[in-house]
């Protein structure tokens, strides 16, 4: 029998069987440091738009495209990046995506033109996608029980971090060394701490026992297929922050795309070959296609939500990316905070928290909109409003990669970690859009009235995410 067909005693012996690493949570720092680098270059960039559109002497169109090329080919390579993680170990693909991101993040910081730029910034969001779901991977093999709960706490932790002190850490950076070059120190800096980070894997991170290395072929038409989906899905969004219409007309072939991709799994099954994604099981799985929706409209809401009130700040108000970074950081301060001991209560609360988390981060959200725009000083409205949003930004994320994940095999928890993610990324990509786009179209009207019909948009899509939140409360009931 292949190995893609596993029966429930097969699945209950290797739980187990299951003898804890003694150092488990040694190996889950270095993985977590590894995460919190490919992440940060997500959000780090949003700060430096102004300072390397002037630098490049490029439009912004142009520019948009260091931001949202890194997250189109991050989410393409998500799934596969979590399979072949499955298939021949994570410590080698991680020392594989490092040394790519590496020479990926020099090639961006040398790069002598916006072209360069962009192609070299494709590259990086490849590589961080070979990187990223080796986390979710790690901690399904090292991990069960209450200790997994805690350690995706850990993750989650990681995840709402790098996203809320990407503004912060980009403006320190650019504040340091200067308007005109110091974008480029953004990237630079990821040279010796991805060295330094290669040589913790390597002396970490176990090798796969070559015994269990699966020879099997790996499901190319399959990641393909997928890419194709995620490609005809992210690429119009991203064209859409640059100006551009015609591409909207590849989302008629997201569905054709999809379709293929699920039959081709299921067909592979039956077969009994290895799939890329066994869909089949994954959707027999109590909570995880719900736990991925909540996933995906999630970042739809919250990833915009920063970006929008960076923008804001900047633009609308004229802070520098350092006061914009610091006005921020009590969002990172609460999301910091939240996301451990979320971890730490998840096995024991369930899918409850999640649906509290939110209605808590909507709460600050909806404070912040009412109260901050216009009022003087600024930071005395924003701080605990940011703050509270903060709080339940953090709990959202852990928890429910947490329950999403619960009964995924480890053998596949790389591969279905990337999926969770590339909905994350996707929910990125549509929310930055979206929440932009309202803001663009509103400022005629003026900046605080922009920000506050982006944020209210935010809330909105978040409110979705709340409604599959407490329908996956019910179904636990």
């Known amino acids: 029998m292949s190995e893609d067909v596993v029966d429930a005693p097969d699945e209950r012996r290797d739980v187990e069987d299951y003898e804890p690493d003694p150092r488990r949570w040694r190996i889950l720092g270095v993985s977590l440091a590894v995460g919190f680098m490919s992440l940060l270059d997500v959000s780090i960039v949003n700060v430096a738009i102004p300072s390397m559109r002037e630098g490049l002497d490029t439009s912004s169109g142009t520019i948009q495209w260091v931001v949202s090329g890194y997250a189109l080919t991050f989410g393409l390579t998500l799934v596969a990046g979590g399979r072949l993680g499955d298939a021949y170990g994570r410590r080698r693909m991680m020392l594989i995506g490092l040394a790519a991101f590496v020479v990926s993040s020099a090639a961006v910081g040398f790069a002598p033109n916006a072209e360069l730029v962009?192609?070299?910034?494709?590259?990086?969001?490849?590589?961080?996608?070979?990187?990223?779901p080796q986390n979710s991977g790690l901690i399904q093999q090292l991990f069960r029980g209450a200790e997994r709960g805690r350690a995706f706490g850990l993750f989650g932790f990681t995840v709402s971090s790098a996203s809320a002190l990407g503004p912060v850490l980009?403006?320190?950076?650019?504040a340091a060394a200067g308007e005109e070059n110091g974008w480029r120190w953004l990237f630079l800096v990821n040279l010796p701490i991805g060295v330094v980070a290669m040589l913790a894997v390597a002396r970490m991170v176990p090798r796969r026992d070559p015994a269990t290395i699966d020879h099997a072929r790996i499901d190319v038409a399959g990641a393909v297929l997928l890419g194709l989906t995620v490609l005809a899905l992210l690429y119009p969004i991203v064209s859409i922050e640059r100006g551009a219409r015609l591409p909207l007309v590849l989302l008629v072939l997201v569905p054709v795309f999809a379709v293929a991709f699920v039959r081709w799994e299921h067909r592979l099954t039956?077969?009994?070959?290895?799939?890329?994604?066994?869909?089949?099981?994954?959707r027999t799985l109590p909570g995880y296609v719900n736990g991925l929706t909540v996933g995906t409209l999630y970042f739809t809401g919250?990833?915009?939500?920063?970006?929008?009130?960076?923008?804001?700040?900047?633009?609308?108000?004229?802070?520098?990316?350092?006061?914009?970074?610091?006005?921020?950081?009590?969002?990172?301060v609460g999301s910091a905070v939240a996301a451990p001991v979320a971890g730490r209560f998840v096995t024991s609360v369930g899918r409850a928290l999640t649906v509290g988390a939110l209605v808590v981060m909507m709460t600050g959200t909806l404070l912040f909109l009412l109260l901050a725009p216009g009022r003087d000083p600024l930071w005395v409205w924003a701080a605990p409003?940011?703050?509270?949003?903060?709080?339940?930004?953090?709990?959202?994320?852990?928890?429910?990669?947490?329950?999403?994940?619960?009964e995924v095999p480890p053998r596949m928890g790389g591969a279905a970690g990337g999926a969770l993610q590339t909905g994350q990324r996707i929910g990125a990509?549509?929310?930055?859009?979206?929440l932009m786009t309202v803001y663009q179209v509103a400022?005629?009207?003026?900046?605080?009235?922009?920000?506050?019909?982006?944020?209210?948009?935010?809330?909105?899509?978040?409110?979705?995410?709340?409604?599959?939140?407490?329908?996956?409360?019910r179904q636990q009931g």
């Open 385 to 406: 409003t940011l703050l509270i949003a903060g709080l339940g930004a953090g709990a959202v994320v852990s928890p429910n990669i947490t329950l999403t994940l619960a």
């Open 270 to 282: 039956r077969l009994g070959h290895q799939p890329l994604l066994d869909v089949g099981l994954l």
């Open 302 to 332: 919250f990833t915009g939500l920063v970006l929008v009130i960076s923008v804001w700040l900047q633009e609308g108000l004229g802070f520098t990316p350092l006061h914009a970074g610091l006005l921020i950081m009590p969002f990172a």
């Open 443 to 473: 400022a005629p009207s003026g900046a605080d009235t922009a920000l506050r019909l982006s944020l209210a948009t935010g809330v909105v899509l978040l409110s979705l995410a709340l409604v599959m939140a407490v329908r996956a409360v």
């Open 118 to 132: 962009v192609a070299a910034r494709l590259a990086q969001g490849a590589s961080a996608g070979l990187l990223t």
């Open 429 to 434: 990509s549509i929310g930055a859009a979206v």
């Open 170 to 174: 980009g403006g320190l950076i650019i």
